[in-house]
C-alpha cells in the first residue's frame, strides 16, 4: 500500500475519501507532523496503490488497511478518516483491537431513502464531468470561479482552496480504477454495522460540517445511534472537507483527541488572533463558473463526436 510518512512521534494514521488519495490531506499534512509522525495511504484502487484483487467494499478495505498496519507493527495506531475514509475508521474502531483513538470526518454510509440516490447520482454525474473535462482541469482548477464551480458540492468555500490541491483531487478522482465499484457499494452495498455502548474505549469523535452537501447533517444523529461511545463535534462554515474548509481547526480536533483530552468545543473552534476572513464569491461569479463548466462540456462532447 503505498503511502508516505511525514514528522517523528506517536503515529497517526490517515485515511482518504473516495476518489482521493494521500494529497487529499495537503492542507493539514504538515501542521500534522510538527506533532505527530503522520502516516498518509493510498488506499487500494486509488493514488499508486494497485487495486484488490477482488470486490471493493468497506469490509475489504478494512480488511487491506489491518493487513498493512499488521506489516507496519503499527496496530493500535491512532487514526484519522475523511468521508469514505471516515467510514472506514468507524468499522475498524467497531471491530477492535486494529485503532486507538479515531477521528471520523463527516463518514459516508448514514444516508437513507431519497438520500442514497441524491448521493450517488450527484457523486456519479461531478465525476464523468470531471473525467471528460480532464483536458481543461489545470485551467478550471486555477480559476477561482471555475474552482467554485467544480468543488461547490464538497467546499463552503472553495474559492479558498489552494489550485495545486483541487487539481490533484480531479486528478486522482478520474484516474482511481476502484472509484465506480466503490460508489456504488458505498450507496446500495453493505450497510454500515455499529458499536454497542461500551464496546469502543479509546476516543472516538465524530467531526461534521454544518454545510455538509455531501452527507446531509440530518445523518449526523443516526451515526451517533449506531456508535453511542462517540463524541459529535459540529464544524462552522464548513463542507464536506473540514480539511479543506477548516484546516486550522481540524488540526485543533485532530491532536486533541488524539491525545485523549478533555477538551471544550469553544477551544478547538476558536479563531486565530489577526484572524481574516475572506469575502466570499459573489453568486454572479458562481453562476458563471456553472456555466463556463456546462459550455466546457458540451465542447468537449462536439469534439468527441466530431472525431
Known amino acids: 500500500m503505498n503511502h ?8 497517526l494514521l490517515l485515511l482518504h475519501g473516495i476518489g482521493g488519495s494521500w494529497r487529499s490531506w495537503q492542507t493539514i499534512i504538515e501542521d500534522l507532523a510538527a506533532e505527530r509522525q503522520v502516516i498518509a495511504v493510498d488506499l487500494p484502487g486509488f493514488g499508486n496503490t494497485p487495486p484488490l ?7 475489504t478495505l478494512a480488511d487491506a488497511v489491518t493487513a498493512f498496519l499488521r506489516e507496519q507493527n503499527l496496530l493500535g495506531i491512532d487514526a484519522v478518516g475523511s468521508s469514505m ?7 475498524l474502531a467497531r471491530r477492535g483491537g486494529v485503532l486507538g483513538a479515531v477521528v471520523s470526518l463527516d463518514p459516508g454510509g448514514f ?16 465525476t464523468k464531468l470531471v473525467r471528460a473535462l480532464q483536458p481543461v482541469m489545470p485551467f478550471l482548477t486555477g480559476n477561482a470561479v471555475t474552482r467554485t464551480a467544480l ?25 482511481a480504477p476502484s472509484f465506480d465499484e466503490l460508489l456504488d457499494n458505498l450507496a446500495y452495498g453493505e450497510v454500515q454495522q455499529g458499536a454497542p455502548a461500551g464496546s469502543i474505549h ?9 454545510q455538509d452537501r455531501v452527507c446531509l447533517t440530518r445523518q449526523a444523529p443516526r451515526a451517533l445511534e449506531k456508535f453511542p461511545d462517540a463524541r459529535l463535534y459540529w464544524f462552522e462554515n464548513c463542507g464536506h472537507f473540514p480539511q479543506w474548509d477548516q484546516p486550522a481547526e481540524t488540526v485543533r480536533l485532530i491532536l486533541a483527541a488524539t491525545a485523549g483530552q478533555n477538551f471544550r468545543d469553544a ?9 481574516v476572513i475572506k469575502k466570499q464569491v459573489s453568486v454572479v461569479a458562481v453562476a458563471a463558473g456553472v456555466a463556463a463548466l ?14
Request: without cysteine; charged residues 15%.
Open 202 to 210: 479509546a476516543p472516538l469523535v465524530i467531526g461534521w460540517g454544518r
Open 53 to 59: 484483487a477482488g470486490p471493493v467494499t468497506i469490509g
Open 111 to 126: 444516508w437513507q431513502g431519497w438520500e442514497i440516490p441524491v448521493f450517488y447520482h450527484s457523486v456519479a454525474v461531478s
Open 294 to 307: 456546462m459550455l466546457g462540456s458540451l465542447w468537449l462532447l462536439g469534439r468527441k463526436r466530431a472525431s
Open 267 to 275: 477551544d478547538i473552534a476558536r479563531q486565530p488572533t489577526g484572524a
Open 4 to 11: 508516505i510518512r511525514r514528522g517523528a512521534g506517536k503515529p
Open 151 to 175: 468543488f461547490a458540492q464538497f467546499s463552503a468555500h472553495p474559492w479558498q482552496l489552494p489550485a495545486h490541491v483541487a487539481l490533484d483531487e480531479m486528478r486522482s478522482f478520474a484516474h
Open 85 to 91: 475514509g471516515a467510514r472506514l475508521v468507524l468499522e
